[in-house]
Antibody, heavy 118, light 107 residues
Framework: EVQLVESGGGLVQPGGSLRLSCAAS????????MHWVRQASGKGLVWVSR????????SYADSVKGRFTISRDNAKNTLYLQMNSLRAEDTAVYYC???????????WGQGTLVTVSA | DIQMTQSPSSLSASVGDRVTITCRAS??????LHWYQQKPGKAPKLLIY???SLQSGVPSRFSGSGSGTDFTLTINSLQPEDFATYYC?????????FGQGTKVEIK
C-alpha cells in the first residue's frame, strides 16, 4: 500500500525556517517524481515545487523561488522541503504527492500544517 | 505561466443530478489535465487523469473529456458522498497549476 506521511510542520516566526519531511513507503520511491502542494485555510490548492526521480532537476512556484528548496534522499525514501525566510502568506497545510504517469498526482499524504506568525 | 480557470466556482445540486464542471487553460495543454476531489479536512483524491482516464477505484459515474484548452468533468447521478470540492490541474508545464476549485453543495 502506498503511503506518504508528512512531518515537520509547526509554528514559526516570520523570517524563520522550517524543514518538512515526507516519508514514503509501499512503492519504489526512487522511480517517481515528487511534489509539494499547499493549501491555506479555506483556500484552493497551490502547487509549490517538484523534484525528479534522482533529485537532479527541481522546479518552484514563483512565490517560493529562492526561499524554498526541495530535495530527496532515495536511500531513506524521504522527500524534504526546506523553507527559509518564511512569511505569513506561507501559512498553509503542506501536502506531498507522488508524480505519476502524465504528471498526475496519484497519491497524497495527509498534510502537515505550517503556521507563520509572531 | 499557464492559468487554469474553473466554472462555476460553486453549484447546488440534488442527489441523482448530472453535474458538469468546466476547466479552461490559458493555452493549449494537450491532454495534460487531471481532476481531483477534496473533502473537508482531507487530502485531495485523484479522479481523472490525462483528461479522460478514470483512476483505479473511482466510480464510473465520474468522467472527463476535452483536449487543448477546454475540459469537462461530469458526474452522472450525483451521490451523497460526491458533495465536495473539485479541482483541475495541468501538468503540461513544469509548474503544475490548479484551478480555483468548484464546490458542489447539496440543494
Amino acid at each position: 500500500e502506498v503511503q506518504l506521511v508528512e512531518s515537520g510542520g509547526g509554528l514559526v516566526q516570520p523570517g524563520g525556517s522550517l524543514r518538512l519531511s515526507c516519508a514514503a513507503s509501499g512503492f519504489t520511491f526512487s522511480s517517481y517524481w515528487m511534489h509539494w502542494v499547499r493549501q491555506a485555510s479555506g483556500k484552493g490548492l497551490v502547487w509549490v515545487s517538484r523534484i525528479n526521480s534522482d533529485g537532479s532537476d527541481t522546479s518552484y512556484a514563483d512565490s517560493v523561488k529562492g526561499r524554498f528548496t526541495i530535495s530527496r534522499d532515495n536511500a531513506k525514501n524521504t522527500l524534504y522541503l526546506q523553507m527559509n525566510s518564511l512569511r505569513a502568506e506561507d501559512t498553509a497545510v503542506y501536502y506531498c504527492a507522488r508524480g505519476g504517469v502524465a504528471g498526475r498526482n496519484d497519491y497524497w499524504g495527509q498534510g502537515t500544517l505550517v503556521t507563520v506568525s509572531a | 505561466d499557464i492559468q487554469m480557470t474553473q466554472s462555476p466556482s460553486s453549484l447546488s445540486a440534488s442527489v441523482g443530478d448530472r453535474v458538469t464542471i468546466t476547466c479552461r487553460a490559458s493555452q493549449s495543454i494537450s491532454s495534460y489535465l487531471h481532476w481531483y476531489q477534496q473533502k473537508p479536512g482531507k487530502a485531495p483524491k485523484l479522479l481523472i487523469y490525462a483528461a479522460s482516464s478514470l483512476q483505479s477505484g473511482v466510480p464510473s459515474r465520474f468522467s472527463g473529456s476535452g483536449s487543448g484548452t477546454d475540459f469537462t468533468l461530469t458526474i452522472n447521478s450525483l451521490q451523497p458522498e460526491d458533495f465536495a470540492t473539485y479541482y483541475c490541474q495541468q501538468s503540461y508545464s513544469t509548474l503544475g497549476t490548479f484551478g480555483q476549485g468548484t464546490k458542489v453543495e447539496i440543494k
